[in-house]
T-cell receptor, first 114, second 112 residues
Framework: DGGITQSPKYLFRKEGQNVTLSCEQN?????MYWYRQDPGQGLRLIYYSQIVNDFQKGDIAEGYSVSREKKESFPLTVTSAQKNPTAFYLC?????????????FGDGTRLSIL | GDSVTQMEGPVTLSEEAFLTINCTYT??????LFWYVQYPGEGLQLLLKATKADDKGSNKGFEATYRKETTSFHLEKGSVQVSDSAVYFC???????????FGKGTKLTVNP
């Protein structure tokens, strides 16, 4: 079945450590997105990529980095510069040629600080 | 910029009660409108969508009508079930951008 796979489901970060969240899609979508979800705040866009080897900052990019070396993959690194990383992270993909099509979401990664 | 405002939760209902979750938007141009649902511990799933004025989206007994004159896309269901307990997000896209803009979400709890 086509879909989006995020891993791991749970992740713990130590002080000063960078961690990388994986996101893979087999929907042949050009666009991919990373969101952060905090209680009562909805979803906020961290980074997005419309095509391989290109990406743009979203609303809350500070302390995060991404890469898009393959169409299928869009990993997110939470760096030590992100002082409040505890949140639920959601990856999504979409067909950028048609804004009427919805984004498809993975099941998320819950990141906590040790 | 574009924005979505949805009613604050949480909302608690008894089984078979009528549900309305209000959603209004501000956007340039003619956005597409969506309702997503998130069950505990999971990602978001598309519930329904509408792409132009007066369109009605429907799925699993839920409905929402794209009202351009009131810039609204309220979610309704005539008889909720315990299994409908989840967080519901209103969202929009369009106006030349493929990015989604989300409301803050409304948590619904349905008691037996």
């Amino acid at each position: 079945d086509g879909g989006i796979t995020q891993s791991p489901k749970y992740l713990f970060r130590k002080e000063g450590q960078n961690v990388t969240l994986s996101c893979e899609q087999n929907l042949n979508h050009d666009a991919m997105y990373w969101y952060r979800q905090d209680p009562g705040q909805g979803l906020r866009l961290i980074y997005y990529s419309q095509i391989v080897n290109d990406f743009q900052k979203g609303d809350i990019a500070e302390g995060y980095s991404v890469s898009r070396e393959k169409k299928e993959s869009f990993p997110l690194t939470v760096t030590s510069a992100q002082k409040n990383p505890t949140a639920f992270y959601l990856c999504a993909s979409g067909d950028r040629k048609d804004s009427n099509q919805p984004q498809h979401f993975g099941d998320g990664t819950r990141l906590s600080i040790l | 910029g574009d924005s979505v405002t949805q009613m604050e939760g949480p909302v608690t209902l008894s089984e078979e009660a009528f549900l309305t979750i209000n959603c209004t938007y501000t956007a340039t141009g003619y956005p597409s409108l969506f309702w997503y649902v998130q069950y505990p511990g999971e990602g978001l799933q598309l519930l329904l969508k509408a792409t132009k004025a007066d369109d009605k989206g429907s799925n699993k007994g839920f409905e929402a009508t794209y009202r351009k004159e009131t810039t609204s896309f309220h979610l309704e269901k005539g008889s909720v079930q315990v299994s409908d307990s989840a967080v519901y997000f209103c969202a929009l896209s369009g106006g030349g951008s493929e990015k989604l803009v989300f409301g803050k979400g409304t948590k619904l709890t349905v008691n037996p």
